[in-house]
Nanobody
Framework: VQLVESGGGLAQLGGTLRLSCEVS????????IGWFRRAPGKGREGVST????????YYAGFVKGRFTASSDNAKNTVHLQMNSLKAEDTAVYYC?????????????????????WGQGTQVSVSS
């Protein structure tokens, strides 16, 4: 199983970035894909999760209205469109996979629910 993130980089305050997570080695229909981040000196926090099979999508409050998750099922890829970036969005962003049937609004942000993880991509927001 592989999850490979891409699209990170340097953005200006208020700018945009689009992250991608390409998934291989597992059934895309059977898993939900989550995005997490770890900022310097902080713990890992859940950002958003999407279930490609049925379209359910969940967001953490601190990104709601700014970030949008989507999936390209033909390419086994999920995206995270990040708009109106803030300095506090600076972090390493990871994608992870959990069994789709486990996913609900109460657990999408819990890293314990996820079985497979990518290596991460750095996002830096400059003022």
């Amino acid at each position: 199983v592989q999850l490979v993130e891409s699209g990170g980089g340097l953005a200006q305050l208020g700018g945009t970035l689009r992250l991608s997570c390409e998934v291989s080695g597992l059934s895309f229909d059977d898993y939900a894909i989550g995005w997490f981040r770890r900022a310097p000196g902080k713990g890992r926090e859940g950002v958003s999760t999407i279930s490609p099979r049925d379209g359910r999508t969940y967001y953490a409050g601190f990104v709601k209205g700014r970030f949008t998750a989507s999936s390209d099922n033909a390419k086994n890829t999920v995206h995270l469109q990040m708009n109106s970036l803030k300095a506090e969005d600076t972090a390493v962003y990871y994608c992870a996979a959990m069994p789709r049937q486990t996913l609900n609004a109460g657990n999408f942000y819990s890293h314990y629910q996820y079985t497979y993880w990518g290596q991460g991509t750095q996002v830096s927001v400059s003022s």
